[in-house]
């Protein structure tokens, strides 16, 4: 394995322990244990945990805005349909993962923002950036004409985001996806109605 390919593997590897523990209680040792690499491997690409954090986070970010992009810029459906779909297949991954892992990002966020500094801030543009996809979709919603002119879809972008994020954290209390698909059609039957 070459020096990308043995970073990239202690972070995938990091990746799906922290989801599954959380980022405090999962060692190093753990992560290069499970990745299959040498200890002196995990300094020779992070200078420490907090490196490592970051990075984690920065691969975490990627891959979801991906998953966002593969929904809300599918030209084949409209704006509100690929939005449906992005949280139908939320409600389906919640189910599948049994409850467990819910946002990865939110995770942290829950788990790291008030404990680092750089953590909070590095969060939080992926969490603006999230909602600036939102933003786009949405707009695009207006101007086709699916929800009202009068909407301001930067505060809509929040509150999907924030309202979303909350309803995954509680399936996960709950053990249940009722939380995401009452928010589900409280927003498109009561707020996004033109």
């Not at 043995?6 to 599954?20: K, M």
């Not at 523990?21 to 753990?30: E, H, I, S, Y």
Request: net charge negative; hydrophobic share 40%; charged share 25%.
């Amino acid at each position: 394995m070459d020096g990308q390919q043995s970073r990239d593997q202690i972070i995938r590897t990091g990746a799906d322990l922290v989801a599954q523990r959380g980022f405090n209680n999962t060692g190093l040792t753990a992560v290069l244990g499970a990745a299959g690499v040498p200890k002196g491997s995990f300094y020779y690409y992070f200078e420490d945990k907090e490196a490592f954090g970051l990075a984690l986070i920065d691969h975490l970010a990627a891959e979801y805005s991906a998953r966002l992009d593969r929904y809300l810029l599918d030209s084949s459906d409209s704006p509100l349909a690929r939005l449906r779909a992005y949280f139908d297949a939320g409600v389906s991954d919640m189910r599948s993962y049994d409850y467990g892992r819910g946002c990865p990002i939110g995770n942290l966020g829950q788990e790291l923002a008030s404990q680092n500094e750089r953590f909070r801030c590095r969060l939080q543009a992926v969490f603006a950036d999230w909602v600036a996809r939102f933003e786009r979709c949405l707009t695009e919603a207006r101007n086709n004409g699916e929800i009202a002119e009068t909407f301001d879809t930067a505060t809509l972008a929040e509150f999907v985001l924030s309202g979303w994020e909350g309803a995954t954290l509680r399936a996960k209390v709950t053990r249940s996806t009722d939380p995401m698909t009452a928010f589900v059609t409280l927003l498109f039957d009561r707020v996004l109605v033109s």
